[in-house]
T-cell receptor, first 116, second 115 residues
Framework: AQTVTQSQPEMSVQEAETVTLSCTYDTSESNYYLFWYKQPPSRQMILVIRQEAYKQQNATENRFSVNFQKAAKSFSLKISDSQLGDTAMYFCAFMKLGDSNYQLIWGAGTKLIIKP | GAGVSQSPSNKVTEKGKDVELRCDPISGHTALYWYRQSLGQGLEFLIYFQGNSAPDKSGLPSDRFSAERTGGSVSTLTIQRTQQEDSAVYLC?????????????FGSGTRLTVV
């Protein structure tokens, strides 16, 4: 069975700083996706970034980038030039591919606070 | 619609009453999840629908919880004889898995308060 671990329950940084959120996962699968979702106080879950396991190149979306280390089963999220609007819960998720059951396995989340 | 719609946004009910929570997924999305999220906690899987396959109900916490998805579109989560521990935000998410759409779109959730 797959598991996802986020070891940082809460983090706090000053506005404009760079912050990295960690995520590790355990799987014997070779074909999968990894995701980072953001949940601001409005409670809407928003997809931040997605990484296909077969791709060696790290995914980037504007100020958001990942450090995907497949052998180490690590998938950290880096937020550059952090903004007040980045304050939210961040969840890491794993999805196995290859069958018709596209279920997500979730980490427990990291609460990120950006201070002015 | 443009996004996943959930109704009601907020629901306050008395202990012992039944409630129905509705999810309208994005048109054409074949996969649909229900999750429960208690205050400050992560996502607790409840039930998963994928196309015409039998739903995965393994996350439903008790037989008071049930869900259906009519015509592969709208889904209703029903909680019978509500208890105070059922108080939480109930989130719905859908996906199509077409092309590069390997990601779920979430609704804004229903906040259920049992008093």
């Amino acid at each position: 069975a797959q598991t996802v671990t986020q070891s940082q329950p809460e983090m706090s940084v000053q506005e404009a700083e760079t912050v990295t959120l960690s995520c590790t996962y355990d799987t014997s699968e070779s074909n999968y996706y990894l995701f980072w979702y953001k949940q601001p106080p409005s409670r809407q879950m928003i997809l931040v970034i997605r990484q296909e396991a077969y791709k060696q190149q790290n995914a980037t979306e504007n100020r958001f980038s990942v450090n995907f280390q497949k052998a180490a089963k690590s998938f950290s999220l880096k937020i550059s030039d952090s903004q007040l609007g980045d304050t939210a819960m961040y969840f890491c998720a794993f999805m196995k591919l290859g069958d018709s059951n596209y279920q997500l396995i979730w980490g427990a989340g990291t609460k990120l606070i950006i201070k002015p | 619609g443009a996004g996943v719609s959930q109704s009601p946004s907020n629901k306050v009910t008395e202990k012992g009453k039944d409630v129905e929570l509705r999810c309208d997924p994005i048109s054409g999305h074949t996969a649909l999840y229900w999750y429960r999220q208690s205050l400050g906690q992560g996502l607790e899987f409840l039930i998963y629908f994928q196309g015409n396959s039998a739903p995965d109900k393994s996350g439903l916490p008790s037989d008071r919880f049930s869900a259906e998805r009519t015509g592969g579109s709208v889904s209703t989560l029903t909680i019978q004889r509500t208890q105070q521990e059922d108080s939480a935000v109930y989130l719905c998410a859908s996906s199509s898995f077409l092309g590069r759409s390997y990601g779920y779109t979430f609704g804004s959730g229903t906040r259920l308060t049992v008093v």
